[in-house]
């Protein structure tokens, strides 16, 4: 969000790199770190002698307070462009402000900062062993002049070998009634060999636990660590696989106990309608969909509207735009009282704070309290998703409709089911 400075760097207070911006009047855009990524440190290289001296806001275009896509994609590499463009900007223009960014709310605390140099601490002393791959492809690389497996010493270790059919493996893979068309099939690599075992209808999670050991113990032996012997590894992957399936039950059975309790959607009070919204993210698409639905204290449908944003956003950031969509589009109902309702605790909580937020969605949200102001009384209230399960079946289905559809007094026949 543009308007926020972030603080860090190798020290607590060094490095000042830009999470967000608003007006962009004092940020230059060569010479400071405003881009949100931590990595790679590097400054966008200005193409044009002329522009070096420009701030962030000439890249706005101050009429639709939306980014000068043009402009952008002309300045910057493909990739600087689409980070730039997907930061979203707020609908007034704001000082830029500086921000912590290790804290949900953006301010600086004594227990971030402290949290903060210990993991850069830990880091720093951590040993970092770098993956390593199989000895062919190390060869290739010329970071070894070897391709011979250490395990046999007789054959080129690709990874399906190291894996799978080195000979030294016989104990790991020897169970002739799980693993017997090892001994029947040879495999070019190992997608091959996985698509063998999808054919055969072999476990697939103890051939991962079995080989991920393998691995383990392979990568552990080349930096002279201790690991699991190979004989112990067909009874510990079982073991582990075992605990797995029984924490995923326990797991299971928790979600659905709780999901039972009290996360139904309520009714408001007779003055008042309620808003539930919601924003998701199109998984294979640069696109974000949100969804709003308004109900009146016996539950009928008022209005609903729902439509995709062809723009990636975080999730964070999504939540408070639909948000925003959500006020708006009530206020254009002639409602002035009402609750507005969604599943993003963080994003209630800061609601219905009278602070200014300084994290890096918190321009977004004085836009949302911007909106309500026009409301005679809107409240806020938090519910779990299953309790906000309508609006997020709406948001869902916007992929198969238009930008952006509406519906008066109405909702799509397939929602109308979990009313």
């Known amino acids: ?7 860090g760097g190798e020290t607590l207070f060094k ?14 855009i060569w010479q400071q770190r405003w881009l949100p990524r931590k990595h790679p440190p590097r400054q966008p290289t200005c193409p044009l002698e002329s522009f070096e001296n420009h701030m962030v806001d000439s890249l706005i275009d101050t009429n639709t307070r939306k980014w000068n896509e043009k402009l952008i994609d002309g300045l ?3 990739e600087d462009a689409e980070l730039i463009k997907k930061i979203p900007l707020s609908q007034v223009a704001t000082e830029d402000t500086l921000y912590w960014p290790y804290s949900t709310s953006g301010n600086y605390t004594c227990k971030s900062g402290y949290k903060f140099l210990k993991q850069e601490s830990e880091m720093e002393a951590s040993p970092q062993v770098p993956p390593i791959r199989d000895k062919q492809v190390l060869m290739k690389r010329k970071i ?49 060999l996985l698509l063998w075992l999808i054919a055969k209808g072999k476990s697939l999670e103890l051939f991962a636990y079995t080989a991920w050991m393998v691995w383990n113990q392979r ?50 009070q ?41 723009q990636a956003y975080k999730p964070e950031e999504i939540e408070v735009l639909a948000a925003l969509k959500a006020v708006s589009f009530v206020l254009e109902f002639g409602f002035r009282s009402a609750i507005l309702e969604g599943d993003s605790p963080g994003l209630i909580k800061a609601l219905k704070s009278a602070e200014c937020s300084l994290s890096p969605t918190g321009l977004l949200i004085e836009d949302v309290k911007r909106v ?18 309508v609006v997020h079946s709406l948001t869902k289905n916007a992929f198969s409709m238009p930008n952006f559809q509406v519906w008066i007094e109405d909702i799509p026949s397939h929602i109308v089911l979990i009313l």
């Open 270 to 310: 007779d003055s008042l309608v309620k808003i539930n919204f919601d924003g998701d993210v199109f998984s294979e698409s640069n696109k974000f969909e949100i969804g709003v639905v308004i109900r009146d204290n016996n539950g009928a449908v008022l209005a609903s509207c729902s439509g995709k944003i062809h």
């Open 144 to 192: 070894t002049a070897d391709p011979i497996s250490e395990r046999c010493l007789s054959t080129v270790e690709e990874t399906e070998h190291a894996l799978w059919s080195c000979p030294e493996l016989e104990m790991v893979w020897g169970d002739r009634e799980e693993w017997c068309f090892r001994f029947e099939a040879e495999f070019i690599d190992v997608k091959e």
């Open 15 to 28: 490095g000042g790199q830009f999470g967000g911006l608003e007006v962009g009047k004092k940020i230059n």
């Open 372 to 389: 309500a102001n026009s409301y005679v009384r809107l409240l806020y209230s938090h519910v779990k998703r299953n309790g906000n399960r």
């Open 76 to 78: 910057f590499v493909e």
């Open 1 to 7: 969000m543009l308007g926020r400075l972030s603080l």
């Open 219 to 268: 990568n552990k032996a080349c930096v002279n660590q201790q690991a699991i012997p190979l004989h112990q590894m067909v009874e510990q992957a079982k073991q582990t696989l075992a605990q797995f399936r029984a924490n995923l039950q326990i797991t299971e059975v928790q979600v659905t106990d709780s999901s039972n309790r009290g996360l139904r959607w309520r009714s408001p």
